[in-house]
C-alpha cells in the first residue's frame, strides 16, 4: 500500500493505519471514514503525517467513498450491515476504487452469532466478487468463520 492512496471505511481509531506504518509501508495518502466521534477523535489524536478523517456514515453518505483511492478498505465495518447494505456498500466502493478493494466479513454464523452481525456464505461472496473482476483474492486461513477477500481491477 506504500505510494497510493488508500481508504479506510469504518476506519475507527485508525488502527490499520497504525499497522500499515508500523510495518513500514505508509501510504501516499490515508483517509479514514468514521461515523462514531470519539473513535474519529482518537484517530486525528495520533497526528498520523498525510491522515485526514472524515466524519460520516458510508451507508448513508455513500460519496464519502469517492476520494480517488488506489485502494479502499472494510476491516470489520461489514460485520453489522444487512446482506442488501453489505453488498450495496463494495458495488459502490468498487464503483470509486482505482486498483483494489479488500475486505473482510463473517463466513460462519458461529462467529456472527450476536443479534447485531451479519454472516455471508464465502461461495456467494465470492461469486459477487467474480462478477466484478477475474481477479480475486481469498483468504479464510487466519480465524474459522473469518474471511478476507481482494479484487483487483483488471489493467
Given amino acids: 500500500m506504500e ?6 471505511a469504518g476506519c475507527g481509531r485508525a488502527d490499520l493505519l497504525d499497522y500499515l506504518v508500523n ?3 505508509a501510504p501516499a495518502k490515508y483517509i479514514g471514514v468514521e461515523a462514531v466521534e470519539a473513535l474519529a477523535e482518537a484517530a486525528e ?3 498520523h503525517p498525510n491522515a485526514a478523517i472524515l466524519r460520516g456514515d ?4 455513500p460519496t464519502l467513498l469517492d476520494r480517488d483511492a488506489d485502494v479502499i ?24 476504487v482505482q486498483r483494489e478493494l479488500a475486505f473482510n466479513f463473517l463466513c ?9 452481525l451479519t454472516w ?15 481477479d480475486v483474492a481469498v483468504d479464510d486461513s487466519y480465524r474459522n468463520g ?5 479484487i483487483r481491477k483488471c489493467r
Fill in 3 to 8: 505510494n497510493r492512496n488508500v481508504l479506510d
Fill in 23 to 25: 510495518q513500514g509501508i
Fill in 45 to 47: 489524536r495520533k497526528k
Fill in 58 to 61: 458510508f451507508i448513508h453518505d
Fill in 73 to 96: 478498505v472494510f476491516s470489520g465495518s461489514l460485520n453489522t450491515l444487512s446482506t442488501d447494505d453489505f453488498y450495496q456498500s463494495l458495488r459502490i466502493a468498487w464503483s470509486h
Fill in 108 to 116: 460462519s454464523p458461529r462467529l456472527a452469532s450476536g443479534k447485531h
Fill in 120 to 134: 455471508h456464505p464465502m461461495s456467494e461472496v465470492q461469486a459477487f466478487a467474480l462478477r466484478l473482476s477475474g
Fill in 146 to 150: 473469518d474471511c478476507t477477500m481482494v
